[in-house]
T-cell receptor, first 113, second 113 residues
Framework: AQSVSQHNHHVILSEAASLELGCNYS??????LFWYVQYPGQHLQLLLK??????LVKGIKGFEAEFIKSKFSFNLRKPSVQWSDTAEYFC???????????FGTGTSLTVIP | DGGITQSPKYLFRKEGQNVTLSCEQN?????MYWYRQDPGQGLRLIYY???????QKGDIAEGYSVSREKKESFPLTVTSAQKNPTAFYLC????????????FGQGTRLTVV
């Protein structure tokens, strides 16, 4: 079965620090990749997605992610975090032959003002 | 407004009772999903459905049941056979073709006492 690994479980940063959250998946074929965010008390929202084309994708709120096929990775980045970025972040994958989304275990980000 | 509605937001039940969680969507999506979210474990798939009157077990289907009699509705029943039912339950939907992103409801927090 496919799996998604998020290596950072808890990350604490000061405002203006740069962020990179790791995501790796296990599937050799074509995949669609997603990053979702869950702000405290809110539902999961899509941050960005990759289907094909330019491996560097930009999402909402200044987030971006880079798909590196050779490393089976889709890391999330933001140059300068804000206190309002405090949330839980989930990486997800769906394969081109599959019909279900696989989620990582999530990374809890706390940004200190 | 288009979206996914889960009700209720909070649910309390006594041990041994079955309970049904509601999920309705007006996005005209074919696919619907139920996930369970536990701290440190991310989102785990319980059941999913690609079309009306058809559904498949996910990774943790034991102790749960679903139905898909209408395109817009995908209720989840947590039965007394589920060993550890207290959790946060998330419903999602997506367009089945093209593997586009999933949209999530606000979730239902079930507490069994």
């Amino acid at each position: 079965a496919q799996s998604v690994s998020q290596h950072n479980h808890h990350v604490i940063l000061s405002e203006a620090a740069s962020l990179e959250l790791g995501c790796n998946y296990s599937y050799g074929g074509t995949v669609n990749l997603f990053w979702y965010v869950q702000y405290p008390g809110q539902h999961l929202q899509l941050l960005l997605k990759y289907f094909s084309g330019d491996p560097l994708v930009k999402g909402i709120k200044g987030f971006e992610a880079e798909f590196i096929k050779s490393k089976f990775s889709f890391n999330l980045r933001k140059p300068s975090v804000q206190w309002s970025d405090t949330a839980e972040y989930f990486c997800a994958v769906i394969t081109n032959t599959g019909n279900q989304f696989y989620f990582g275990t999530g990374t809890s980000l706390t940004v200190i003002p | 407004d288009g979206g996914i509605t889960q009700s209720p937001k909070y649910l309390f039940r006594k041990e041994g009772q079955n309970v049904t969680l509601s999920c309705e969507q007006n996005l005209n999506h074919d696919a619907m999903y139920w996930y369970r979210q536990d701290p440190g474990q991310g989102l785990r798939l319980i059941y999913y459905s690609q079309i009306v009157n058809d559904f498949q077990k996910g990774d943790i289907a034991e102790g749960y049941s679903v139905s898909r009699e209408k395109k817009e509705s995908f209720p989840l029943t947590v039965t007394s056979a589920q060993k550890n039912p207290t959790a946060f339950y998330l419903c999602a939907s997506s367009i089945a073709r093209d593997n586009t992103e999933a949209f999530f409801g606000q979730g239902t927090r079930l507490t069994v006492v």
